[in-house]
């Protein structure tokens, strides 16, 4: 008698992976103002791309046809992608030279510039003196998994202190550390398995003092939806496997 044959077929989903906690990714380059190399950041930028470009589609927002202009307080801004920002204590009167809200203005370092090779726009945000806190609010109309940006003209000499604050289901709060001198840092994080649809960049006071910044490319990775991870590179492995216990 012919004993049955016995075919194994193993198949993984990554869609079954749990939270595997939040990772950060992040690039300081001091000094590093306006249309001068900023490698660490890049550095960063690029670690965090590689890691989330496996969790879904990306979004990338350069702000360069965005229309230039300030954010009134407390009003969701269209960015287009499916993401607002809405700006809280961001002061109107700031930066005569240039916007705060969506600007072009890169004529000093230390209110913030553009990243973009080629471009000029970038989003400028300025607290109030005696204004307390400033935010600046990214929502998504679908949840994300992964953040990332740069960050222009922060410096430590400067009063103002940064922080990412999200909810993933818990409420989070990253630390975003200033440069000694304005330049560039790259920022990001990613926080598999969770959804996330707002993101808050936190500048708290008191301001004596008060240090302006910028933020462009922004990028983002929304949360695939079921069954959208292909799983057709996992399945192959597998059916060789069964292949081979057969001839067995």
Same mark, same amino acid.
């Given at each position: 008698?012919?004993?049955?044959?016995?075919?194994?077929?193993?198949?993984?989903?990554?869609?079954?992976?749990?939270?595997?906690?939040?990772?950060?990714?992040?690039?300081?380059?001091s000094g590093a103002g306006f249309?001068?190399?900023?490698?660490?950041?890049?550095?960063?930028?690029?670690?965090?791309?590689?890691?989330?470009?496996?969790? @879904?589609?990306?979004?990338?927002?350069?702000?360069?046809?965005?229309?230039?202009?300030?954010?009134?307080?407390?009003?969701?801004?269209?960015?287009?992608?499916?993401?607002?920002?809405?700006?809280?204590?961001?002061?109107?009167? +700031? +930066?005569?030279?240039?916007?705060?809200?969506?600007?072009?203005?890169?004529?000093?370092?230390?209110?913030?510039?553009?990243?973009t090779a080629g471009g000029s726009?970038?989003? =400028?945000?300025?607290?109030?003196?005696?204004?307390?806190?400033?935010?600046?609010?990214?929502?998504?109309?679908?949840?994300?998994?992964?953040?990332?940006?740069?960050?222009? @003209?922060?410096?430590?000499?400067?009063?103002?202190?940064?922080?990412?604050?999200?909810?993933?289901?818990?409420?989070?709060?990253?630390?975003?550390?200033?440069?000694?001198?304005?330049?560039?840092?790259?920022?990001?994080?990613?926080?598999?398995?969770?959804?996330?649809?707002?993101?808050?960049?936190?500048?708290?006071?008191?301001?004596?003092? =008060?240090?302006?910044?910028?933020?462009?490319?922004?990028?983002?990775?929304?949360?695939?939806?079921?069954?959208?991870?292909?799983?057709?590179?996992?399945?192959?492995?597998?059916?060789?496997?069964?292949? =081979?216990?057969?001839?067995?």
């Amino acid at each position: 008698m012919k004993r049955p044959r016995l075919t194994l077929l193993i198949v993984f989903s990554l869609s079954t992976i749990g939270n595997a906690a939040i990772i950060t990714f992040a690039g300081n380059d001091s000094g590093a103002g306006f249309g001068v190399a900023h490698p660490s950041s890049d550095a960063a930028q690029a670690s965090f791309a590689a890691a989330a470009g496996l969790l @879904g589609s990306g979004g990338l927002i350069t702000f360069e046809s965005t229309a230039l202009g300030t954010i009134p307080n407390g009003v969701p801004f269209n960015l287009g992608a499916g993401v607002t920002v809405t700006l809280n204590n961001n002061d109107p009167t +700031c +930066c005569s030279s240039g916007n705060t809200g969506i600007s072009n203005d890169n004529t000093n370092n230390v209110l913030g510039f553009n990243i973009t090779a080629g471009g000029s726009r970038f989003l =400028r945000v300025a607290p109030m003196f005696d204004g307390g806190t400033v935010t600046a609010v990214f929502n998504f109309a679908i949840p994300i998994v992964a953040f990332g940006a740069y960050f222009t @003209g922060t410096e430590t000499t400067v009063d103002g202190t940064y922080t990412i604050i999200f909810n993933d289901g818990s409420a989070q709060s990253l630390p975003l550390t200033k440069n000694a001198v304005a330049g560039t840092q790259f920022f990001g994080f990613t926080d598999v398995g969770m959804t996330i649809a707002s993101v808050t960049i936190n500048e708290a006071g008191p301001f004596s003092s =008060r240090d302006i910044w910028g933020l462009d490319n922004l990028q983002f990775t929304s949360v695939p939806e079921p069954g959208a991870i292909p799983l057709f590179p996992l399945f192959v492995p597998a059916l060789a496997l069964a292949a =081979r216990l057969r001839r067995k």
